[in-house]
């Protein structure tokens, strides 16, 4: 079992940055893909970035060149690094993580535990 918790959402301008972080409170990310998700008001949740247990990445097309993925497994979280956030940013990010040993995944049936999520908005 595996509860994550996703902090680091706000209210930001366009062009401006932000770091979500996502934090396992029970159960280890070591050796998990970790994927990070949104979802827009009106709009079916879509895949952003993804992390492998050796650091492999994997993101959309729209935040290559923006965003980063990290994780740290000491510290047993993983990070996304956004920058220049746009208007089509803004949605409710989360956090998820599949079974032990399994790779990217860029669709949400790859992955089994899900954080609460937090929101992300971009003004133009």
């Known amino acids: 079992q595996v509860q994550l918790v996703e902090s680091g959402g706000g209210l930001v301008q366009a062009g401006d940055s932000l770091k979500l972080s996502c934090a396992a409170s029970?159960?280890?990310?070591?050796?998990?893909?970790m994927g990070w998700f949104r979802q827009a008001p009106g709009k079916a949740r879509e895949f952003v970035a993804a992390?492998?247990?050796?650091?492999?990445?994997s993101y959309i097309d729209s935040a290559k060149d923006r965003f980063t993925i990290s994780r740290d497994n000491d510290k047993n979280t993983v990070n996304l690094q956004m920058n220049s956030l746009k208007p089509e940013d803004t949605a409710v990010y989360y956090c998820?993580?599949?079974?032990?040993?399994?790779?990217?995944?860029?669709?949400?049936?790859?992955?089994?535990?899900w954080g609460q999520g937090t929101q992300v908005t971009v003004s133009s």
């Open positions: 998820a993580a599949r079974e032990i040993s399994y790779g990217i995944s860029e669709t949400m049936g790859g992955y089994i535990y």
């Open positions: 992390v492998s247990g050796s650091a492999r990445t």
């Open positions: 029970e159960g280890t990310i070591t050796s998990r893909t």
